[in-house]
């Protein structure tokens, strides 16, 4: 199986936000700094994961992404089937 490259970022966004998951919420900014990835491309991918159920979302200036459920329930296939269709 051949995994795109939006599969392949989705799962570098994901499993920083397990490895960085503080209980608080965490910018986009902050995310693509650390994965040397575009936040434009980022937010694409995010807004896949968000309407997925698979992260939840906080406006304003604290606001960001946290993962919606503990690291362990999540699989690369579910993370997979959501970004790659």
């Not at 040397?36 to 992404?65: M, P």
């Amino acid at each position: 199986m051949k995994i795109s490259t939006k599969g392949r970022y989705a799962l570098r966004l994901m499993v920083d936000l397990a490895l960085h998951d503080t209980g608080e919420y965490i910018s986009i900014k902050n995310i693509a700094a650390r994965q040397d990835i575009s936040e434009k491309y980022l937010e694409q991918i995010i807004t896949l994961l968000s309407r997925a159920g698979l992260v939840k979302s906080a406006r304003g200036a604290s606001g960001g992404y946290q993962l919606s459920a503990p690291p362990a329930e999540y699989t690369v296939g579910r993370i997979l089937r959501v970004t790659e269709g």
